[in-house]
């Protein structure tokens, strides 16, 4: 009996291996293959824009930071001003942190390996493009991988792969795991998934050892030099299946004991070591605001506009969250563990999100600075499904229908989009009519 459930045991393990494999493989192919025939210094390669003035730590490396060993001077223009380089003292200056650069450096490490000893732009070349495809497929299956297994400690298996289907195909992800795969989002929902993962298998560091304490900065200080406003998340280790304000009084003690608070920090600091120091290169100050005039306007916020505008409205682009709110806010109703949690996660980061000066986020593909919350929000989007499985033929019919209509639409708005929304920032239905009938690109 014990041999058989062995042999089970490694079968069923062999198979979740082999399933997350092929799963990888796809992503990778279908990312490389949307980029196969994008050149680089263009709109649509890899290393353009934002997503040059992330990846532009690892680049200055192999010109020891000094612009001016770039030999082709027109580099800042050819990768669409995603950052900038002083001509006097050489200074490669970049507003992004270098999250997303240390999420690719594995990749672009490898990528070194097969570029040509006749490239004459070591870390713009092709190949380097190339592997950040591959960079940003790895981190979405990684992201994929760990929301799975978070989400089976609430729900079962058939509940977690209909939710992780539809997150997948139905909202943003797949678009910044595969097509947009230089911006940050992508590697902010992998780190973030993961972090819901580790706090809930290490049981909220109950056992207080100091490796998790380690752990647990460094995971927020990664988050931290990823996305500045990623800043609120670490939090959620304080409230995530507390089921009392007592539970939360323990969590806090917890993490400000004297030794376990000194590894946390340390870890934060050990993350957050390499952005000062290049902040002391770049703007000659320990602590940098790196955006200029950009910021928040705070007692004007555009949450209609977040939520519904055509030009990258969240619930305009990936109908399906709708189908979350609704189940997010039936959890509330019925006391559901951590469905606070998940509403003011939510309407935090909405706020902050609609008082950007940007609120649109530039060019996007619905509101991307929600990508790596799907994390939690997955959360209520799994409560719907369970109580859908669990209910009528008809009610599964429905809701199956309906989520199917949905992700093909977002898949399909995915597949066609340029970019850019093409029309204004004030409720432009007819520019996004055109877009809904646009041909798949």
Not at 119 to 146: C, D, H, K, T, W
Request: proline fraction near 3%; charged fraction near 15%; hydrophobic fraction near 50%.
């Amino acid at each position: 009996m014990e041999t058989r459930s062995k042999s089970k045991l490694r079968s069923k393990a062999l198979l979740s291996f082999a399933f997350w494999f092929f799963a990888g493989v796809f992503l990778v192919f279908f990312a490389l293959n949307r980029h196969s025939r994008a050149d680089r210094f263009n709109y649509h390669s890899e290393l353009w824009a934002d997503k040059a003035g992330y990846s532009i730590y690892l680049q200055a490396f192999e010109y020891a930071y000094d612009g001016r060993k770039i030999p082709d001077t027109a580099i800042v223009s050819k990768s669409g001003y995603g950052f900038q380089i002083d001509q006097e003292s050489g200074v490669i200056v970049t507003k992004y942190t270098y999250g997303t650069a240390l999420a690719q450096a594995p990749f672009y490490i490898l990528g070194r390996f097969f570029e040509s000893d006749a490239e004459v732009l070591p870390g713009f070349s092709v190949i380097q493009n190339r592997m950040v495809s591959v960079a940003g497929a790895v981190y979405l299956l990684l992201g994929l991988f760990f929301l799975y297994r978070f989400l089976r400690f609430y729900y079962d298996k058939k509940v977690v792969i209909n939710t992780l289907l539809v997150l997948l195909f139905g909202t943003s992800l797949l678009y910044y795991g595969t097509m947009e795969t230089g911006m940050s989002h992508i590697y902010s929902f992998a780190l973030f998934s993961g972090f819901l993962l580790f706090i809930r298998q290490r049981s909220y560091f109950a056992r207080e050892r100091f490796w998790e304490f380690f752990v647990f900065g460094c995971l927020a200080g990664w988050m931290i030099v990823l996305r500045q406003s990623n800043l609120l998340f670490p939090l959620v280790y304080f409230f995530l299946d507390a089921g009392s304000v007592t539970q939360v009084k323990e969590r806090i003690k917890r993490m400000f004991r004297i030794r376990n608070l000194f590894p946390a920090i340390a870890g934060v600091l050990l993350l957050i070591a390499p952005q000062i120091v290049y902040w002391n290169y770049a703007f000659d100050s320990m602590l940098a605001y790196s955006y200029g005039d950009e910021g928040f306007n705070w007692l004007n916020p555009k949450i209609l506009k977040v939520f519904f505008d055509p030009y990258n409205g969240l619930f305009i682009y990936a109908p399906i969250l709708l189908f979350a709110a609704i189940y997010g806010a039936v959890m509330i109703r019925r006391k559901v563990p951590n469905a606070w949690l998940i509403f003011a996660t939510f309407g935090i980061m909405t706020y902050i999100f609609s008082c950007w000066w940007a609120w649109w986020f530039g060019c996007a593909f619905g509101a991307r600075s929600y990508v790596e919350y799907l994390s939690l929000l997955s959360m209520a989007m799994a409560y719907g499904w369970k109580e859908i499985l669990s209910g009528s033929k008809k009610a599964l019919v429905g809701a199956g229908i309906v989520a199917l209509f949905c992700c093909v639409y977002t898949t399909k708005m995915a597949f066609s989009t340029d970019g850019c929304f093409p029309g204004s920032k004030e409720w432009d239905w007819p520019a996004y009519a055109n877009e809904v009938m646009s041909k798949v690109r």
